[in-house]
DNA sequence: CGGGTCTTTGATTAGGTTCAATAAGAGTGG
DNA sequence: CCACTCTTATTGAACCTAATCAAAGACCCG
């Protein structure tokens, strides 16, 4: 039972069939696998004992930047884990105008959105050089009826997608720009920490016009705000070089002081402002205290 | 093996215990079950044969207006199916203000957030009296591995709200408000429809507060957007009282036409204005026209 | 080195929020 | 039953945030 399903894992992830949708070829020269506890490690969720099974393995699969993961309605049968490299899901309207849903990065789960209809709701393209782990989603399913943690672990990680999506809605819906780019880099410089990179000076591998589809935005407005947050000393910008100086006051943003009172001599001043500590209204200038908006 | 099943649904569910953390008492009287082809029948999922088991049988719980149905943070054990009524989803952020994030009505699933973290990430509320079909979690999940159709449906469940999601985020990263309303509007009227009620003419649940917080608006610009369809033409508004006048137009509305322009009997050419056809730029004034924000 | 993409910055506009006042219901108790 | 209150809805006016339009500089890659 157990080999049968090591052999046809490997069968389906090598068959080029299919996956025949993809524009771009699948680049196979890494020819690495993976275990079942490495997946469960890379996605952040707790491997069973039961789990150490070195027989089981998933394929990777390499793809440069600029190519297709998948594409809109193209038949869905598998699931992706980053294992390294960065991406965008896009969603396409009506008027070819590209709506980006998220980021993935080491670790992240994508092409959920594929289950229910069969087929792929939304686009994925590689930011950079990525190396990702192939989830044939039938055989993952079965295999999780022998592994009642691997089924619940795929539960979680939907669970959490969902939970996410909901805060993506919610500061669509509740926050300002400033707020929006803030948080934006603040849940980089999270990711970046937990990857083992720096959280204090990292690269941006997608433009402004990807962040600002992402947070709701325009490009300009996210270039300006970035350039705002540089003159009042809560990060340095240079181009796609972000260093973060006061995590905390990024974290904590709700809306900028106006520019008159902003200047790089008012910088200590202006971060002390932008923090949403807990002062009281009166404290500060009614149109820029860090009470949120009805 | 089957018989066992179903006495450990009906205890568990029975337990008070299990529901501590809800802040109102659950109203039993209604005492109705519902078997695994009606719940799938609900869901708006394929029953397969083999889940014609009349043994499975589910709890129904009745909440009347205004009660929680959970709140956020309370431990996570069982997901909500509505049989009938309305409710909301909200999140509350740190100064106490609401965002909501859906309104469930019949065959709607809620819940879900809670399986990752074990704690219900959102709360929901009863807008109207409410019959809800209790799914507790561990014991579906275990189903699900003898029902393989049941776990797939869970899945694709799960998929469609992340693909729901992801349509509200396009939304409220991408339309103008008028367009929102808009697609609201349709989107009930849509949901009443295969509810069995009219689709032309209905009763809103919820406050314009809500609907405001839900589409990423103030209270304020709902009202005149509404005020504004109804000028048009559109609908017809009479306080929670919705008559959907052109269906087709509002589907496909991006922006209203300046109110300079709007009159009663600019009426028709409003509606044709509004509506976003393939027209090319050239064909309408440029500030009105529907080509797509970049 | 040149063409294209990406970024920055400025000026202007407009869509949506905020503040405010009024009106319309719904629920309560005398 | 009506007065009273509280919530909800409508509408107006002023303001402001972010979008739009525009132009110039930086960077990248063939």
Redesign the interface.
């Known amino acids: 039972m157990t080999s049968t399903h090591v052999t046809e894992l490997r069968s389906d992830a090598l068959n080029p069939a299919l996956h025949a949708g993809a524009d771009a070829g699948w680049q196979r020269q890494g020819k690495l696998w993976s275990n079942l506890k490495e997946l469960c490690d890379l996605l952040r969720i707790p491997a069973a004992p039961t789990v150490h099974d070195e027989e089981f393995l998933f394929q990777h699969v390499q793809f440069k930047t600029g190519q297709r993961v998948h594409t809109i309605g193209q038949p869905f049968d598998t699931l992706f884990i980053v294992h390294s490299g960065f991406l965008k899901t896009v ?1 396409i ?3 070819g ?1 590209e ?1 980006v ?1 998220s980021f993935p990065m080491k670790g992240d789960l994508f092409g ?6 069969k087929r792929y ?2 686009e994925a393209v590689a930011l950079s050089n990525c190396d990702l782990i192939l989830l044939p989603f039938k055989k993952f ?1 079965q295999l ?2 022998s592994y ?1 943690e691997l ?2 672990a ?10 996410r ?6 500061m ?3 926050l300002s720009a400033e707020a929006r780019v803030a948080r934006f880099l603040v849940s980089l410089s999270e990711r970046f920490a937990d990857m083992g990179y720096s959280s204090k000076l990292f690269n941006l591998r997608m433009t402004r016009h990807e962040i600002g ?4 935005l ?1 490009l300009e407005t996210v270039s300006r705000t970035l350039s705002a947050f540089n003159e009042i000393g809560l990060i340095t910008v240079d181009q796609r070089s972000i260093g973060i100086k006061d995590l905390e006051a990024l974290r904590t943003l709700r809306r900028l002081p106006p520019s008159s009172s902003r200047s790089k001599a008012a910088g200590r001043r202006a971060r002390m402002a932008a923090a ?1 500590t807990t002062t009281p209204p009166e404290a500060g200038g009614k149109d820029w205290n860090p ?4």
């Open positions: 969603l309207d009506e008027f105008n709506q849903l959920v959105d594929g289950i229910h209809t709701a939304s399913t999780g009826r009642v089924e619940h795929m539960y979680s990680v939907m669970s959490r997608e969902l939970v999506e909901q805060a993506m809605v919610s669509l819906g509740a589809s992402y947070l709701g325009t949403g009470i949120a908006a009805a």
